[in-house]
């Protein structure tokens, strides 16, 4: 009842940010970032792959309410990069990987409705061969 309409989780407002950054002054070298009408899923999606980068010493993430569609993503690095640059090549990464997942599925899709187009065929001429048996 009281969460709000479906659209409103996904579509951002007008003059909304997708993401803001915000220097958390607590410790060096460490940002907090919010991102808008986002999940669990791209929170960790980026949190794991943020710590797996090599500058980068600590990152986490958290939803503050589930009816509020926003994950805050922290980053701390070494200082060689800054966590903006960080999550900007894990971005990077990402689309790149996926691009590739994505160009993998296609081909391998399409050689199976290669293959599967081949073995109607030689079932079709098996069916006509044997009278139909």
Request: charged letters at 20%; aromatic letters at 8%; hydrophobic letters at 35%.
């Amino acid at each position: 009842m009281n969460a709000p309409d479906r659209f409103e989780l996904f579509l951002l407002q007008d003059g909304e940010k997708k993401i803001t950054e915000k220097v958390f002054t607590g410790m060096s070298n460490t940002s907090d970032f919010i991102l808008m009408k986002e999940d669990h899923t791209l929170g960790n999606l980026l949190s794991e792959n943020l710590k797996q980068a090599p500058h980068v010493m600590m990152a986490g993430y958290k939803i503050a309410h589930p009816n509020v569609p926003e994950v805050m993503i922290r980053i701390q690095t070494d200082g060689t990069i800054t966590p903006r640059e960080a999550l900007v090549n894990i971005c990077k990464q990402l689309v790149a990987s996926y691009g590739q997942l994505g160009r993998e599925f296609q081909k391998e899709f399409a050689l199976r409705q290669y293959a599967d187009q081949g073995e109607q065929a030689g079932l079709n001429a098996q069916g006509q061969g044997n009278g139909g048996f």
